[in-house]
């Protein structure tokens, strides 16, 4: 059932992100229980599981926020090796500001509200080494182009921005560095839809342009449908299925996948 | 003639755990195809000719058999090879024919179309002409070309749907009932292409409802009923 490990025998591509039988507790709570997932260059893994399966708890261990109780976790980059969960805080943060960027689901979670937007943006590359004002000014605005975000807004807080502006400034700082992985936690959710279609236009963009590899957690059956190449159903800290995304949905085999399929609007 | 596709004793049903119960599809489907070779498949309402094309594209898994595929990286099974292998081969030798289009909210015709031949490395600008080139081979109003077809009618989504699937020559091509909906134009410019695929050396496996629009390209029929399954060869076609 789990074909996500399956080895590959055309593509010859190493998987980027490769998380080994990773297990983690709170307390009694057993939140992933020998969890396991391949992601190659440049496709979108999709996430999907109701509340509490432990989707979201697995994306922000990839972000290195939290440590397994065991298991690996490692990306084919050069200048990356062995087990990131073993890393210490400060080479995980450098990792994370350089290699890994992520969105969260709070509009403006990681946003300095009162600073601009390329400010914000700034901020990431600066935490990288940039130093140039102008390059640094160039970079942001690209970023912030690359999402869609209208220019001749670069110098508005956050605070003054609707959600789904928001929103595609937390992108904008998550592909400022062009980064080798980009995780979306519940990116569209509190959008209304006209901005969700905007935001996965722009993943999509962002995918087939910069062939960024992404892991993206929806419980949002219609984004993962719309965006992803692959899909993994999880379930209290299990993956119980997965496959390729027309497969998940036009013949899920598991019978929590066919309930989650069938309630779909 | 060289085989492209060959598949032994395939098995298909469906588990629904709501119901507590199976249904089968199709049992024990054995048959091959060679390059440039196109295939009908025939068979009532219900007898699984849809739901074989889908196994085949590995929409749906198979239960047991083979369908092993002579792929450009050598012999595979794409029962059984690993989902990141079957995307690659969706991308590069294997197409499939629907009747409906995924149309994603805010991409236009053009970049739908352009979008497969993008995937394969072409440069945008590049890709952009050719899909013009067969959106207006099909039929679709040049005035659609950057519309979203999100919003066109039945028939002009399923053009747009034709010139993605064709704009590339592919090894091997699943056809689904690729002229429902169609105008007799359009239905005439993908006969065509279908022909100049074929003579190029793609192999074809179709259900078609009028399977007289495509008469001249059939070479042979597989008749899926359970108890009649049977194959003919092309000079005793009856359609």
């Known amino acids: 059932m789990t074909r996500v490990m399956d080895a590959p025998r055309i593509v010859t591509t190493k998987p980027l992100v490769v998380v080994r039988n990773v297990d983690k507790n709170y307390g009694s709570v057993q939140a992933l229980r020998q969890v396991s997932a391949l992601v190659y260059p440049g496709e979108v893994l999709g996430i999907v599981g109701e509340s509490g399966s432990g989707k979201s708890t697995l994306l922000r261990m990839m972000n290195l926020e939290e440590t397994p109780d065991s298991g690996s976790y490692t990306l084919d980059l050069s200048d990356v090796s062995g087990n990131l969960f073993e890393l210490d805080r400060f080479a995980r943060r450098m990792l994370c500001a350089t290699r890994i960027g992520i969105v969260y689901q709070n509009p403006h979670h990681g946003l300095l509200m009162r600073h601009s937007s390329s400010g914000n943006v700034a901020e990431r590359l600066l935490v990288a080494g940039e130093r140039s004002f102008a390059t640094l000014r160039a970079k942001a605005k690209s970023a912030l182009a690359a999402s869609e975000f209208p220019l001749e807004r670069l110098d508005a807080p956050p605070i003054e921005l609707s959600g789904g502006m928001q929103q595609r400034v937390q992108l904008a700082k998550a592909i400022a560095l062009e980064p080798a992985l980009l995780l979306l936690d519940e990116p569209t959710t509190g959008l209304d839809v006209s901005v969700q279609a905007l935001v996965l236009d722009t993943l999509k963009r962002l995918q087939q342009e910069r062939q960024i590899t992404m892991v993206i957690v929806s419980h949002d059956l219609g984004v993962i449908r719309t965006v992803a190449d692959r899909v993994m159903v999880m379930r209290r800290g299990e993956v119980v299925e997965a496959g390729l995304v027309d497969q998940i949905f036009q013949d899920p085999q598991h019978a929590y996948t066919q309930q989650l399929v069938h309630a779909k609007l | ?239």
Do not use: C
């Not at chain 2, 049903?13 to 295939?39: N, T």
């Not at chain 2, 040049?142 to 699937?165: D, H, I, M």
């Not at chain 2, 704009?167 to 006969?191: F, G, M, W």
């Open chain 2, 1 to 239: 003639m060289t085989n492209v596709l060959d598949i032994r004793g395939l098995t298909k049903g469906f588990i629904m755990h709501h119901l507590g119960s199976k249904m089968q599809a199709f049992a024990d489907v054995s048959f091959s195809v060679d390059a440039g070779e196109f295939v009908l498949l025939k068979g009532a309402n219900g007898a699984g000719k849809s739901t074989l094309l889908r196994s085949l594209y590995r929409s749906y898994l198979a239960q047991s058999g083979q369908i092993l595929f002579q792929s450009d990286h050598g012999l595979i099974d794409l029962a059984q090879a690993a989902d990141i292998d079957i995307a690659h081969l969706r991308r590069t030798e294997i197409g499939f024919v629907t009747q409906f289009l995924v149309a994603r909210p805010r991409v236009s015709a053009e970049a739908v179309v352009a979008e497969p031949l993008r995937m394969a490395g072409v440069n945008a600008a590049d890709a952009l002409d050719q899909a013009r080139h067969w959106l207006e081979t099909f039929g679709v109003k040049p005035e659609l070309w950057r519309a979203y077809p999100t919003t066109f009618s039945g028939g002009e989504q399923q053009k747009v749907n034709l010139a993605r699937a064709l704009i590339r020559p592919q090894k091997l091509l699943l056809l689904d009932e690729p002229t429902a909906s169609l105008d007799a134009n359009a239905r005439a410019a993908l006969v065509t292409r279908l022909a100049d695929l074929k003579s190029g050396g793609t192999a074809m496996i179709g259900v078609f409802h009028h399977p007289g629009d495509v008469e001249k390209l059939i070479d042979r029929v597989i008749d899926l009923t359970p108890e009649t399954r049977t194959e003919v060869v092309r000079d005793d076609v009856a359609i």
